[in-house]
């Protein structure tokens, strides 16, 4: 099927492990009419791309409950929740099944010796009976499971597990059987707590968004569910209160924490025709907001999609994983059988002993602690980025990150602002800067030119929009600038041939590469140079410092710019070199070209106009993505807010994540092998399988990869 015409969600509660996606990847893909299944061991999700009518989704949902997972239809718009560990089926089974044997201990203690049941292998006792009571129980969860794989000749956990507790019966080996069978149900809620934390903290992104919001209504205000907003609702805003949806500021003034979504640590001022963003807080102001666009899909939510989406990329530690782990279960399962049998058959011994190691070494086969040692890292580090305006959208790219030796930046937006801004005021006529900018602002606050909208925020910024200049008549000239009246005098703004007394060309210490110098006349007469120019932004220099210290061994300015102005801020920043006049196919060139001499390149811009170059680069990296969906999809790495200085976050951050995830490889595997050979020898019993090759690898990479949550930026 080429074009597949519909795609469902499924919501696996028990699908914690990638084995168990394989497996129901595997089975799903080989029927009629599926075109692609991705699955999410952490989001615990099912998406499968099918043609309804071949292939409909009862169907889809019946083929995995043969596999013996349960699949629950998940809406467009619904997350999946984490399941409730502690609480749900399998820990009621876990702990029933602990309870029977404590009570075959117990039994055993009092001394009670009456036999049961005759096996061929054993006398079975009543305490027997309540450890193999325990055993059954406690193995019901993958019984089934294991059945169904024997059918199939497929070795996978339950195979293995079901095979061991029953083997141990057999032999009468009870305790084992009873203990493996509670241990390994622990271990498998271990597991899923071990995903559950990892999925937790996906969904405490979901969490910063509120439930409800007050919208206005035929001018009453009225308390609504936030998934219920729609684009153009009234929105009012409490200090304090969470902002339900992606929105426009149309009333009111307030500061707004975006830490959330884009990383600042200072609530940032918001006024009318200002844009605000879900999760993000109102701190002190009461403002009333319009919807730009619904929850469902704010910049929040898409977040949260793609950390999900992101989640079901292998990296190469994961893939590594996964080969490994399909020569190491049939091999180490191989070695059980002879292992049980040689010695027996070849060399006399007796058989009892020899099939317990067996059935060990089946235990140790098991691969599930094994292949959940890398995903909880990646989502880990994934998350912890999330949470700190850091969007990666792949373990891959995290773990590429950390081969990064050089980062290109472009320049305009990147570097610098991206637009003008007021560099200094040159008063000439006995007025004061703050009087020069004020009586600027009035009167370019009617115009939009960008050069107006820059004085316009430079006199904002100061507190100078007082209302104390009235103006009149005011008249926009094209190509020139503007004249009006302010508080009755004639003034004019912009080129110096407005004046009636014209003032000559602005001295050569305000003129350079990158600055406009325009005039302020009052009266006929120059009153005021004002100087503008697209300025480094306040962390650029310190920001590619930090780069320098963590060993990037190149920086590289990109720009379209000329050479004259590329080269002054390239001087002001610090960067290693600066290559100008580059076309958007010029700076994709550039970037092969580094890639070739130098090896891995990061790739910084604004996710648009360097689209080629970010695809070029083996990370591209898109600065001050928050409400752009554009960015969002083109770039491997979003920086929500245009503080720089996340990049060396991530930088540091994957490297660390690596660092991680190559612990937890090697812990997992040493651990493995290691039992593997002293079970042979006699030093390795069915408990202590389960619980340091299980329990224990489970608990020792789930806690090393929470760590990268405490990472701080």
């Known amino acids: 099927m080429s074009n597949p015409v519909a795609s469902v969600r499924f919501r696996v509660p028990d699908m914690d492990c990638p084995t168990c996606v394989a497996k129901i990847q595997g089975q799903l893909s080989r029927l009629d009419g599926v075109a692609s299944v991705h699955g999410s061991p952490v989001a615990r999700t099912l998406t499968v791309e099918h043609d309804p009518a071949r292939a409909p989704a009862e169907r889809l949902r019946e083929e995995v409950r043969r596999l013996g997972y349960l699949a629950q239809t998940l809406d467009g718009n619904e997350s999946p929740s984490a399941a409730r560990t502690w609480s749900g089926r399998t820990a009621r089974i876990a702990y029933a099944s602990m309870l029977l044997f404590v009570v075959g201990g117990l039994i055993r203690l009092s001394g009670t010796s009456v036999i049961a049941l005759r096996l061929p292998f054993a006398e079975l006792r009543l305490y027997d009976l309540a450890w193999v009571a325990s055993a059954v129980v406690g193995g019901w969860n993958f019984f089934p499971k294991g059945i169904r794989a024997a059918r199939a000749l497929a070795l ?17 080996e009870t305790p084992e059987a009873a203990a493996i069978a509670f241990l390994f149900a622990f271990a498998e809620l271990l597991e899923g707590f071990a995903v559950d934390r990892a999925r937790a903290s996906v969904e405490s992104l979901m969490d910063l968004a509120p439930a409800t919001a007050v919208v206005v209504r035929d001018g009453e205000e009225w308390k609504v569910a936030a998934s219920e907003l729609r684009q153009g ?63 469902a899909q704010s910049t929040l939510a898409r977040i949260v999609q793609l950390v999900e989406e992101a989640q079901q990329r292998k990296t190469r530690s994961e893939r590594f994983i996964e080969r490994f782990a399909r020569w190491y279960t049939p091999a180490v399962a191989i070695a059980a059988v002879l292992v049980a049998a040689i010695p027996p058959v070849a060399l006399g011994a007796e058989w009892q002993p020899w099939i317990l190691r067996g059935l060990t070494l089946l235990v140790i086969a098991c691969p599930c602690a094994l292949v959940i040692s890398t995903p909880v890292a990646v989502v880990s580090g994934m998350t912890a980025a999330a949470r700190r305006g850091v969007l990666v959208k792949g373990g891959v790219h995290l773990e590429t990150l950390a081969d990064v030796g050089v980062v290109a930046l472009d320049k305009t937006g990147t570097l610098t602002f991206g637009h003008p801004r007021v560099v200094s005021v040159h008063p000439v006529d006995g007025i004061t800067s703050e009087e020069v900018l004020a009586r600027a602002a009035a009167i370019e606050s009617r115009s939009e030119h960008p050069l107006a909208r820059a004085i316009v925020e430079a006199a904002a910024e100061r507190g100078l929009l007082s209302g104390h200049y009235q103006v009149t008549d005011f008249m926009s000239m094209p190509g020139k600038g503007a004249q009006a009246r302010v508080n009755g005098v004639p003034h004019t703004i912009g080129s110096g041939d407005l004046l009636e007394a014209p003032a000559g060309p602005p001295p050569a210490q305000l003129t350079g590469p990158g600055r406009t110098t325009i005039t302020l006349g009052a009266g006929g007469r ?27 061994g190149k920086i590289v300015m990109l720009t379209g710019d000329s050479e004259a102005a590329a080269r002054d801020v390239g001087a002001a920043i610090g960067v290693d070199e600066v290559r100008a006049g580059l076309l958007p196919a010029g700076k994709a060139e550039a970037i092969r070209t580094l890639e070739a001499e130098h090896g891995a390149v990061a790739m910084v811009g604004d996710g648009v106009n360097d689209a080629p170059a970010l695809a070029a680069a083996r990370v591209g990296v898109a600065m001050g993505a928050a409400g752009s969906d554009v960015a969002l999809e083109t770039a491997d790495v979003a920086l929500m807010g245009d503080d720089l200085e996340r990049l060396a976050y991530v930088l540091v951050l994957s490297r660390r994540t690596r660092r991680v995830i190559k612990q937890n490889v090697a812990a997992a595997i040493f651990v493995k092998l290691a039992l593997v050979i002293g079970v042979p020898l006699g030093l390795v019993s069915l408990i202590a399988a389960v619980v340091i090759g299980d329990m224990g690898v489970s608990l020792a990479v789930t806690a090393n990869a929470l760590r990268l949550g405490s990472l701080r930026a």
Not at 538 to 547: K, R
């Open 156 to 172: 996978d956990m339950n195979f293995l597990m079901t095979v061991a507790i029953l083997g141990a019966i057999a032999i009468g």
């Open 233 to 295: 609702d009234l929105v009012v805003l409490r200090p304090g209160d969470r902002i339900p949806a992606d929105a426009e500021v149309i009333d009111g003034a307030s500061a707004v924490d975006q830490a959330a979504i884009t990383g600042e640590p200072m609530p940032v001022d918001k006024s009318p025709g200002d844009q605000v963003f879900a999760g993000t807080i109102n701190r002190e102001g009461w403002i009333r907001v319009r919807v730009s666009r619904p929850a």
């Open 526 to 552: 120059l009153a005021a140079w004002i100087v503008l120019a697209d300025e480094p932004r306040d962390h650029a220099a310190s920001a590619v410092d930090h780069l320098r210290r963590l060993g990037i």
